[in-house]
């Protein structure tokens, strides 16, 4: 079932959204597959630390994080990829790793690959390993107000 604060603030803020169930799959890429949505569309969470904060970094399913160019065009001094034992507990109603990419609700910042805000739509795990919620981008541009950001 979705996560209560994701589906709450869709719902107050009447966004159009559609849920895909799947089967249970712990990488982006699994996900993408079981869910029949593509790669790119697919919006992976990779949790992070920014000088010393924790935030989050999306991007295509079918990226990986460049830690480097995060760093570099964010200003940050350092980024590293977060040990779950550090965000973990900021994610209550979420199963470990598939939280919502909505930072806005869980106090981060977030930083989205702009390739993936170039699709109309963006899919993402809605707080558990078997259910992506898909939506349009402009929808979650709106809501999160990421920071694009090429990493």
């Known amino acids: 079932m979705l996560e209560n604060r994701l589906k709450e603030n869709l719902e107050a803020h009447k966004v159009p959204y559609t849920t895909i169930n ?3 799959a712990f990488t982006a890429m699994e996900i993408a597959e ?3 949505v593509p790669g790119h569309e697919l919006a992976k969470t990779v949790m ?24 570099s065009n964010t ?3 350092k980024v590293e990829i977060a040990h779950e034992r550090d965000f973990c507990d900021n994610f209550p109603g979420c199963e470990v ?8 609700l869980y106090g981060m910042d977030v930083y989205v690959e702009p390739h993936l805000a170039a699709d109309k739509e963006i ?3 809605g707080g558990n390993h078997t259910e992506l ?3 349009a981008y402009d929808d979650f541009e709106r809501l999160v107000k990421p920071r694009k950001v090429a990493m």
């Not at 010393?52 to 760093?71: C, D, F, I, Y």
Request: no cysteine; proline share 6%; charged share 15%.
């Open 97 to 104: 790793g598939a939280m919502p990419p909505f930072g806005n």
């Open 133 to 135: 919620v898909k939506m």
């Open 75 to 77: 200003g940050a001094a």
């Open 123 to 125: 899919a993402f795990n």
């Open 22 to 24: 799947h089967s249970q």
């Open 48 to 71: 992070v630390r920014m000088d010393g904060k924790l935030a989050m970094a999306v991007l295509p399913s079918t990226q990986r994080v460049n830690l480097e160019a995060l760093r």
């Open 34 to 36: 079981f869910a029949h």
